[in-house]
Nanobody
Framework: QVQLVESGGGLVQPGASLRLSCVAS????????LGWFRQAPGKEREFVAL????????SHADSVAGRFTASRDNAKNTAYLEMSSLKPDDTGVYHC???????????????WGQGTLVTVSS
């Protein structure tokens, strides 16, 4: 099994940057696609970004394209979500998830972290 632990969230002002980290243990890290999802208060969880097993391919939701970058360091069993030009609409609990295929649907991911809260407010 894979255990995932996110960190790096916090309260920031609009326009600020944050880097979220997702540390994996208990499995073969490079066997998994790493996805990032977020859930705003009162809203459904939505896809944010993903990074392929090798880190050579990424995909990002239209709402974050150009501002967020997903990456990974397989030697450290860690995935990252670098966020810049943050907006209030980016507020939510951010989860990393591990799955076997490249997909934007959350039901394609088998393992989930506990989430880290990002609040963007002036």
């Amino acid at each position: 099994q894979v255990q995932l632990v996110e960190s790096g969230g916090g309260l920031v002002q609009p326009g600020a940057s944050l880097r979220l980290s997702c540390v994996a243990s208990g499995g073969t890290f490079d066997s998994y696609v790493l996805g990032w999802f977020r859930q705003a208060p009162g809203k459904e969880r939505e896809f944010v970004a993903l990074v392929s097993r090798s880190g050579g391919a990424t995909s990002h939701a239209d709402s974050v394209a150009g501002r967020f970058t997903a990456s990974r360091d397989n030697a450290k069993n860690t995935a990252y979500l670098e966020m810049s030009s943050l907006k209030p609409d980016d507020t939510g609990v951010y989860h990393c998830a591990a799955g076997r295929i490249i997909a934007t649907r959350e039901n394609e991911y088998s393992y989930w972290g506990q989430g880290t809260l990002v609040t963007v407010s002036s």
